[in-house]
């Protein structure tokens, strides 16, 4: 039985696609079987920056509406066998995407899968709210940054309200991942801690993202940035952060470029 | 860029958390989430806005949450002229 994950943010462009794509691919590295869906109906990218945008035929919608059966629109990984990805619908109205039909995807996918991450789009709308639904746990994308702190907020108390295990009277369960930080920033007070973060959104931290190049990289040649560069401290970072979702305890680590070249040196000494 | 404004940059993270930290207070209770720091500051607003008018750029509000504690500290800049008025 899969656990449903959605990955969202409230704010647009902190990275919840990338994330999806990232923890998504570092699972199926991990041996699971993993499904990730894109939610973002009229603006669809996952499709994209996983490298499948010329292997879309059906999508969601099609799913939802019974023009196309599950396994016609899941499109699996070519460099893992283990990941799917379920495009949304570029064209068609966002109305078309039901509750209804939304829990019956879920429903048929969560046999077929160890874990299904949802990519929310950005906003608080219908479309965030039916990504986030019928999710047994959250990752909430935060960058360090007033604007998108506020909005992790508000999706918390969204995420706390409107989803199916809130309204059963469960927790659903959150996490934080922090992403385009910059230690050297934070250190110099130009930007908000971790432990700002964390102390102002009192959620749990999954992991933490470095900025890097590498995710302009690994999205320019649409490959998640854990199989395009495992080595960079992104990959790293996603990688530790997808071993914590399944229950792992991993040390909390900020991996940065500078760490990872004395980890060479040392590895070459060695 | 002369000192101080290398040290005004140095004070940006510490700015930004404090926003946060007010304006979220405010949000949570706007959405029914109770705040005991956020009922408190409208109270002594209230009680204080009966004996004198307060001008926004009067007050200087701080709030502050931790594992163990939090804190409330508010600043009420009184103009001589206001408590002329107050005390009449």
Redesign the interface.
């Known amino acids: 039985m899969a656990k449903v994950v959605v990955i969202t943010s409230g704010k647009g462009g902190v990275g919840k696609t990338t994330s999806t794509a990232a923890l998504g691919a570092a699972l199926a590295q991990a041996g699971k079987k993993v499904a990730v869906i894109d939610f973002d109906v009229g603006l669809r990218n996952l499709d994209l920056v996983m490298g499948a945008e010329r292997r879309v035929v059906f999508d969601l919608i099609n799913v939802v509406q019974g023009v196309a059966k599950l396994p016609q629109a899941l499109i699996r990984d070519k460099r893992l066998e283990t990941l799917w990805l379920l495009p949304a619908s570029q064209t068609k109205d966002k109305d078309a995407l039901t509750e209804a039909g939304v829990a019956g995807v879920i429903k048929e996918m969560r046999g077929k899968f160890d874990w299904i991450l949802c990519d929310s789009p950005a906003g608080i709308e219908r479309g965030a709210q039916l990504a986030m639904r019928f999710a047994d746990a959250a990752v909430i994308v935060t960058n360090p940054?007033?604007s998108s702190?506020?909005d992790s907020?508000?999706i918390i108390?969204l995420l706390d309200s409107k989803t199916q295990k809130a309204e059963k009277g469960e927790r659903i369960e959150k996490h934080i991942l922090i992403t385009r930080y910059d230690p050297n920033r934070?250190l110099?007070?130009?930007?908000?801690?971790i432990d700002?973060v964390l102390?102002?959104l009192s959620t749990p931290l999954l992991g933490i993202v470095p900025e890097s190049e590498e995710v302009l990289r690994a999205s320019n040649v649409g490959s998640p940035v854990t199989l395009s560069n495992p080595a960079s401290p992104p990959a790293r970072a996603y990688a530790d952060a997808a071993s914590r979702l399944t229950g792992e305890n991993v040390p909390m680590a900020i991996h940065s470029e500078r760490r990872r070249f004395f980890g060479k040196l040392f590895g070459r000494a060695a | 860029m002369n000192l101080f404004s290398l040290w005004r940059r140095r004070g940006s993270a510490p700015v930004a958390r404090e926003r946060l930290q007010i304006l979220l207070s405010y949000e949570r209770s706007a959405r029914g989430e109770s705040n005991l720091l956020s009922i408190l500051r409208g109270d002594i607003l209230a009680a204080v806005s009966k004996h004198l008018t307060i001008d926004q750029d009067n007050i200087v509000m701080r709030m502050d949450r931790d594992a163990t504690l939090s804190t409330l500290e508010i600043e009420i800049v009184i103009p001589h002229a206001e408590m002329k008025l107050a005390a009449s």
């Open positions: 940054e007033v702190v506020r907020d508000r108390g934070a110099r007070g130009e930007m908000l801690s700002d102390e102002i």
